[in-house]
């Protein structure tokens, strides 16, 4: 693809390396701002200003717009119980309504929602009318196993429309649903149906994966072997594989036995603002995966507004986000965010694979998608085959670019907007996580310069800043912690069954002199002299894999569970195309011999208790661990060694100084 490379000069040392090294300043395409709602930074500025000066007649006011409600709202935040936030009590919403129902009035009615292509290349096209109708018939099969509003609901499930329906089923009758990414093993499920206490299960028979079939339905009865989950009443299952699966009568139920026939009417459930919407499993620093809890009418309100914000979606747009519907990233920004809008969410099953390398930018073109949205390690992973491959393509009707899961590199964020967007498309590089529910810091396009590299600025109402341990702002350009400083309608309200995490892990860890509760996101950044943020990664022990996080304590303890293995201690490394990549220093027990035979049994143990994902990439074994003289392991060691870097700063501390040697060794 050929193109203008840069928007704002027009000199001719347009290479990579040339641009990096002068640190330009792309703007916005004048086509693309005329016609943007946010169309320059003053307007912007002036809704940062607006939600600064009256933050709840900025909130109230676009919630009262962008939704629909049954009942309105009396308030707009209580924050009198910090950090238990509660947004628009007294109201009545759904957000399925919202995301269904308020279109079928108008002319979207019959306007694409959502259109899916399956790995063999099988695509099934819903309009809102036909989404509407089949989550209508969904929403009737639950009621008709007995679930009804709070009663829990696991997904697990490949990429497949009917994952989408579900959630919007379950988010119809109030049952709020807790997908769990079908990548993860029957044991990670297990530990996730028992924690949310789930009356029910969705699923697939399997789902096609590179080429290949894999089954799903196993692994959900391995899971509730041995009556482990004993909440789980019924499973319902989605037939896509066509594989022979064991169904368990009276508990299992073929979605296109039971789905099929229901009547297509099912009205949406009126919810409270605050009632739950979902669950959804992340890692954090210690213990088990933890449960944040989304509720309906914050959530939808900022899902939907950031959607529309950061994409400036227009009406004609055919938007893809490559992201699985099992992480946030699916939630907000395949599902709701789209929906909520009336816009068409293109949703594929496969990946990129030897045999086609060039599916993404096919699917572009066929599909003429008009904004994309990836993670930088797929986007590093097409740099390294080169640019023959998405060459071979027309992506002319591109004019956005999104990414999102992890730091972009420079070089990447260049290749991305210069090999995929021929030059003309911003990159718009969106900072945020499970628990904000939504974006947070990103560029609009129609109004932000971006830096390669940088997420920019924080979307109006988001109050972010870098700081110290005391909570005062750091200097520009000073390394610091991330936090947000005030609510924001889609911040997540608890750790599900445990508040005192919620409160430990992002409420009480930095607090500032004055009392004030402020988010503290577990990542690190600093914020150059014009303002922009620049998100550095993780500062706790939380390792982000291609995008994927994962816990190092999760994976220490699906180790030490292994009977060979005594202790474990993972680290990431930085790695040029996943980010992060897994080492695990073990110490085996007596009479273990560490050997290649060794290393496939633990690579492979890891994997069944979490998932393939959090198979280490590199295992050593050593004698001992550093540890400090009260027994904590010193990470900050262990990073050094993996990354092959001399072990610097204080190491005064350690118990035993003779194990840095063997280490080394
Ligand atoms: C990282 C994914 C830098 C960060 C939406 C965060 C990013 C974690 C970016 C959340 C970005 C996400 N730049 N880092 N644009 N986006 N991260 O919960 O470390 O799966 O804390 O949510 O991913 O991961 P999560």
Not at 358 to 379: D, M, N, R, V
Request: proline content about 6%; hydrophobic content about 40%; overall charge negative.
């Amino acid at each position: 693809m050929n193109g203008r490379l840069f928007s704002m000069s027009s000199d001719s040392s347009n290479t990579i390396e040339s641009v990096l090294q002068e640190q330009r300043v792309f703007l916005p395409p004048k086509a693309l701002a005329d016609k943007a709602r946010i169309g320059n930074l003053t307007v912007y500025k002036d809704m940062v200003q607006k939600a600064k000066d009256d933050p709840d007649s900025f909130w109230g006011d676009l919630a009262r717009k962008e939704l629909k409600w049954f009942k309105p709202f009396d308030r707009v935040l209580d924050w009198s119980n910090p950090p238990f936030a509660r947004w628009f009590d007294g109201g009545q919403t759904n957000i399925s309504f919202n995301c269904l129902d308020r279109h079928l009035e108008t002319s979207r009615a019959d306007k694409e929602a959502l259109i899916w292509e399956g790995e063999p290349g099988d695509v099934r096209r819903f309009t809102y009318k036909e989404l509407h109708l089949e989550v209508c018939r969904a929403a009737n099969a639950l009621k008709a196993l007995g679930i009804g509003k709070g009663d829990l609901v696991a997904l697990y499930m490949p990429m497949i429309p009917e994952a989408a329906i579900a959630m919007l089923a379950c988010a119809r009758i109030g049952a709020p649903h807790s997908v769990v990414f079908g990548g993860f093993s029957a044991e990670a499920l297990r530990d996730r149906l028992i924690d949310g206490n789930a009356k029910a299960v969705i699923t697939a028979d399997g789902g096609f994966r590179k080429d290949k079939s894999v089954p799903l339905k196993p692994a959900v009865d391995a899971a509730l072997g041995n009556g482990a989950c004993p909440s789980v009443q019924s499973v319902l299952v989605v037939q896509r594989i066509n594989t022979p699966t064991a169904m368990q009568s009276g508990r299992d139920h073929w979605w296109h036995e039971l789905v099929t026939d229901q009547s297509s009417e099912c009205s949406a459930e009126p919810m409270e603002s605050e009632d739950r919407l979902f669950v959804l499993y992340t890692s954090g620093s210690t213990g088990k995966p933890k449960g944040v809890v989304h509720t309906t009418a914050g959530y939808n309100l900022w899902a939907h507004l950031t959607f529309k914000w950061i994409f400036d979606i227009r009406e004609e747009d055919i938007y893809w986000c490559t992201a699985d519907v099992g992480w946030i990233t699916g939630h907000s920004y395949i599902v709701y965010g789209p929906l909520s809008n009336g816009a068409t969410s293109v949703m594929y099953e496969g990946a990129p694979r030897p045999s086609k390398p060039g599916a993404f930018w096919e699917l572009i073109q066929k599909h003429k998608i008009s904004i994309f949205y990836t993670a930088p390690t797929a986007i590093r992973a097409f740099m390294k085959n080169g640019r023959s491959v998405p060459d071979q393509f027309d992506m002319s009707s591109l004019r956005l670019l999104g990414t999102v899961g992890e730091p972009i590199n420079p070089e990447a964020w260049m290749w991305y907007r210069e090999v995929i967007g021929g030059g003309l498309c911003p990159v718009i590089d969106t900072w945020w996580q499970t628990e904000t529910g939504g974006v947070m810091i990103s560029p609009l396009p129609g109004a932000t310069p971006t830096k390669p590299g940088s997420a920019t600025f924080p979307l109006p109402g988001i109050d972010a800043d870098v700081v110290d341990a005391n909570g005062n702002s750091v200097k520009p350009n000073e390394g610091g912690y991330l936090v947000i400083r005030d609510p924001w309608p889609g911040m997540m309200r608890t750790v599900h069954g445990n508040e005192q995490r919620f409160r430990e892990s992002y409420w009480e860890y930095l607090r500032p002199s004055d009392g004030s509760y402020i988010y503290f996101a577990g990542d690190g950044a600093r914020c150059d002299e014009d303002g922009y943020f620049w998100v550095m990664g993780r500062v706790d022990d939380v390792i982000n894999v291609s995008g994927h996080r994962l816990g190092t304590m999760e994976i220490e303890s699906a180790l030490v569970s292994h009977p060979a293995v005594s202790e474990a201690a993972v680290v990431g490394r930085q790695d040029e195309l996943k980010g992060e990549s897994i080492v695990a220093f073990v110490t085996l027990e007596s009479g273990r011999e560490f050997n290649d035979q060794l290393v496939q049994d633990l690579r492979a143990h890891v994997g069944s208790e979490i998932g393939p994902i959090a198979r280490p990439d590199l295992i050593k074994s050593s004698d001992a661990l550093p540890k400090t003289r009260s027994g904590k392991i010193m990470r900050r060691i262990l990073r050094a060694l993996a990354a092959g870097k001399e072990v610097s700063g204080d190491t005064s501390t350690l118990e035993d100084r003779s194990v840095l040697d063997k280490l080394r060794g």
